[in-house]
């Protein structure tokens, strides 16, 4: 069985769903003259060493450094990994655990999770929940991953201060530095340090750099990902091949060989040029159900811009909103909406093709007629034929809908997709001539929050 | 300290962001004109007596029921609470549990929990969550409370035999009926029974009637949501001291007293008119966040409608996406794109003005002169100066801005937002001119899953 992922577009063809709403045969090729053009524009980025996402899975120094450090810490007593992040170093590795990990990973025994430590993902400042955390999680056998690539988010720096209140209370300040991994950006020539810089000197704590040319919403396979990854006992091999099997098919200007200019030109056109102003996300496997919400990131805050690339045009206000949703459960929430309201959504539908189990449906009485179409089937069968059916439902709408197939949910397929993703987004900024590797909007509300708070 | 909740739309006027995007106040009288026609037809429906969620916390008889048999069930050894229940049916005890139990709940100890059970809402048929679910989950100390009020939910259902097969192996035929309690809708006339009434007479377990006046999104009030959370110790009489205060509060045709109507005004005004077809919540408090996946559910799948009331006009396509955002997280997500892409959205921003605790930010040392704007300052007083900056933004970049202020997160406010919303859902559909109450494509899913499963 291939263990690539696969897209399938046929669900947003004209054949499939009409002239009106589909892309018919001659919009097709313009699709792929659209992208034979973007193409040179990507193949120069590439060269030019701007964007580090396309080819960071190649840094071995890197990645054992990360899986040296992570398998000598995991010989100390750890209970507990707390990750302290926002968005972009929250996102993905958030992704990697929903995905890999057991649902309820951190009810399990020790001997039940193989000896790996309990994970918090502290993505807020909600000081109630902060708190709550803090309750549960030993200092003495917790380790603390501090993670902010511009070494000054406001969120992140608040969560270290108070953890580095509460572990020297635990432990008196010269322990600190074992129970503290920092991951940060690069020492700037001629600069001050950053306050994270700053305490990682101060408490000698290992720390890893994330590279000047990855971005936050890029940088899974950075430290920022892979570190995590790594403590909680992931096969970061089985990560680098992903990556690699997807940038081995994202290299090909040939639309049928490339999912990710496939996607980014299907999307590019239908919110360009016929109103789907949303992209919604729908997973059916919970296993990939923060995968969206990953997604939801990286297309919005790469996409929705104001400006063009070089500033010349104003007012643009690009962007598609990207909704994440999770079948089948969400057939029983948003699909009414998806089918009957506005023409504005294009669909992505994401199939798990094999589960790990499939619990038979046993024990219904031969007497319960009305049940009789689930006799002798699983509760894999039942999520399966409840994503032909919403496909179906959806076409018969006529709203156009991608189906991406994942063979089984790994390491290597993961990889494939946050790789694919990435590029079509990088795509998906040149067709719509924006930049989408800057977030200035967040920019400005930081200096209003610290406006506010001065005030207090 | 009032314990109301507080809407305030001040955002969405021109006076805030100018009149091309802002609502001028010929346009707010014309508001009003329309909420006072659609307030006859509510009053009519309120009548009816046919939507039972108007009235449903003053069924004594009801709510002391299920208080009675939760304290009696409390007496056994129940360490697992698991709901079985997908959409309307996991969506208002999901909520109701974000809110008011610690955040990490089952990671507690029993004491901590106060003796109270552990909670999993099972609300999808992926195999390997649910086969995970059942592993840590010992059926002797487990209760289930399966919910559907059409009785033949096909995902409850399947959901139901797994488990009841797991129950005989382990208990045994005749003990099952302590360890279930069924949540469904009435027996109806010269009908069969369902195969959920069919089990509850099996195995004689006790069974809790949702009324027919009482729609699945609509019915957090009703058994499906008021067992559950009697079940976890939260407070019911304050529960139906919210809806009573709310329902008085909607009961007046004045908009600067009804916020219910208010806000549908507002947000019937911007997506008929003025093309902001998306609704974003966005609850700066993690404990709000569920709230707003059950505002999802509620907004979308009553408002996404092709047909109108009496269906004489089809194609309507009506409804407004909504999106559910978490602060401040979501800064780091999704507001680049709220602030710089297209003008299509309306956002509310919801206050949790006093937490629990605030988490002093301390031994900032005086040399990191970048974070002087955070000594002294408090986690909670960040997120409430992030939540002003993210207000600010918006108004500034001209984005409609609604702020719902929760003065504390308990039963009676949560109680509040319920029944408001419910309200404003009713009477966005007066203004609609569509049916809010029915969800005509869910059904015809239904029936596409079993020609589906059928084939295999």
């Given at each position: 069985m291939s263990q690539e992922i696969q897209l399938d577009i046929s669900g947003v063809r004209s054949a499939a769903i009409g002239t009106e709403h589909g892309i018919t045969p001659s919009v097709y090729r313009e699709i792929e003259r659209d992208l034979s053009e973007a193409h040179e524009i990507i193949k120069q980025e590439k060269k030019s060493g701007d964007y580090g996402f396309y080819t960071i899975h190649n840094d071995r120094t890197m990645w054992n450094d990360v899986e040296i450090t992570a398998k000598k810490l995991l010989k100390n007593d750890i209970e507990n990994l707390v990750i302290l992040g926002i968005g972009g170093s929250a996102l993905g590795i958030t992704t990697l655990l929903t995905a890999l990990k057991p649902q309820y990973y951190n009810l399990q025994t020790k001997e039940e999770r193989r000896g790996f430590p309990r994970v918090f993902v502290m993505d807020n400042v909600d000081p109630d929940s902060f708190s709550e955390m803090m309750e549960l999680c030993d200092p003495k056998k917790t380790l603390f991953n501090v993670i902010s690539k511009s070494g000054t988010t406001a969120e992140t720096i608040a969560q270290l201060f108070v953890v580095l209140e509460m572990l020297q209370k635990s432990l008196g300040k010269s322990n600190i530095g074992n129970h503290l991994v920092i991951t940060t950006g690069p020492v700037a020539k001629r600069k001050t340090l950053t306050p994270m810089q700053e305490i990682s000197k101060k408490y000698d704590c290992k720390t890893f750099v994330v590279p000047e040319n990855i971005g936050g919403r890029f940088s899974v396979f950075s430290p920022v990902g892979i570190f995590p990854a790594a403590m909680l006992g992931l096969n970061l091999r089985e990560l680098a091949k992903g990556c690699r099997l997807m940038a081995k098919r994202c290299a090909s200007s040939d639309l049928k060989k490339n999912p990710a200019y496939l996607n980014a030109g299907i999307h590019h056109h239908l919110m360009s040029k016929r109103g789907r102003s949303i992209s919604v996300m729908m997973p059916y496997s919970n296993k990939l159900r923060d995968l969206a919400d990953w997604y939801r990131q990286l297309w919005a805050e790469s996409l929705g811009k104001k400006e063009n690339r070089d500033g010349s045009e104003t007012k643009l206000f690009a962007g598609q909103t990207p909704i994440n949703a999770l079948g089948v459960t969400d057939q029983h929430s948003q699909l009414q909406l998806y089918l009957e309201?506005?023409?504005?959504k294009i669909v992505t539908i994401m199939e798990e093709s094999h589960f790990n189990t499939n619990l038979p449906i046993t024990g219904i009485p031969r007497s319960f007629k009305s049940l009789k179409y689930m006799q002798k089937r699983t509760m894999g069968d039942l999520i399966h034929a409840e994503r032909k059916a919403t496909v179906h439902a959806l076409k018969a709408a006529k709203r156009p809908v991608v189906k991406i197939k994942v063979p089984r949910v790994n390491e290597s397929t993961l990889a494939q997709l946050f790789y694919m993703f990435e590029v079509q987004t990088a795509v998906a900024g040149v067709l719509l001539d924006i930049n989408p590797f800057d977030q200035p909007a967040v920019e400005q509300i930081k200096i209003f929050t610290r406006e506010y708070l001065g005030k207090k």
């Open positions: 309201g506005p023409h504005d």
